[in-house]
């Protein structure tokens, strides 16, 4: 995703971070660009926290912002009004299909002609190959466990089963019960053929897959 950016843009540019979470992607973005404005994204009050705890980059290239992406308005909460680049990774699969669609098309107002979309996220191998489409499911799941044997860390599980344990956080878990009545798993995965239709319809010239590792994807698509 980074070599793309810098492709495009060079050093300098404003990106959009969608559903940073604790700003996994935004701080190393920031670490690689040192002229990079970041506007981080997300809904999660207990993520926004550790995020604005452990990124420290000073307000001038970070901002972060509080917003729920299924509302329409979350653009009207951005201190800017157009950016060079949206970004995500492993966040809009959240989102239903016809919400995603919207939000493609409001994608579109904050870039323009030439901008790009960059977003990482699992995607639905085509009905035409189902048996690969499972097949690349299950080693999704072998590679991600082997990468925490090599590298030993909680599961996704895990991890916020012992999060919760931190009494400072409570009151922001039960914010988050609200907002996520459904709690951290979210699978509204689509093929990437379906994504580009979606994105060309909302004003994306091209869009195209730019790396891809098993059913994990990053997508690029030009304003
Ligand atoms: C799996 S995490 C990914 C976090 C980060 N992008 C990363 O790659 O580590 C998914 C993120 O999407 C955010 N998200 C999901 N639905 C959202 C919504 N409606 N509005 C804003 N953020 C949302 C979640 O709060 C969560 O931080």
Do not use: N
């Not at 995703?1 to 404003?14: I, K, N």
């Not at 700003?23 to 990079?36: I, K, Q, T």
């Not at 653009?75 to 939000?103: E, G, I, N």
């Amino acid at each position: 995703m980074f070599d793309t950016l810098e492709a495009r843009f060079g050093e300098r540019f404003t990106v959009v971070d969608l559903g940073c979470g604790p700003g996994s992607l935004s701080s190393r973005l920031l670490d690689r660009f040192p002229l990079a404005r970041v506007v981080a994204v997300d809904f999660d009050p207990v993520l926004l926290f550790l995020g604005r705890r452990t990124v420290h980059a000073g307000p001038r290239r970070l901002t972060w912002v509080e917003a729920d992406l299924r509302d329409p308005s979350w653009r009207s909460q951005l201190p800017v009004s157009r950016a060079d680049a949206v970004v995500s990774t492993t966040a809009l699969h959240w989102l239903r299909p016809p919400r995603l669609r919207s939000l493609y098309r409001e994608l579109a107002h904050l870039l323009r002609r030439g901008d790009l979309f960059l977003d990482g996220d699992h995607r639905a191998l085509p009905t035409t190959v189902p048996e690969l489409g499972r097949l690349a499911h299950d080693a999704s799941r072998i590679a991600r466990r082997r990468l925490r044997e090599a590298a030993p860390a909680p599961s996704w599980d895990d991890w916020w089963a012992e999060l919760e344990k931190e009494p400072e956080l409570r009151p922001l878990f039960a914010i988050r019960r609200e907002r996520y009545p459904g709690g951290s798993h979210h699978e509204h995965t689509a093929t990437v053929g379906a994504h580009r239709r979606w994105l060309r319809a909302a004003g994306f010239r091209e869009s195209a897959p730019v790396w891809q590792q098993l059913d994990d994807f990053v997508l690029a698509a030009l304003r």
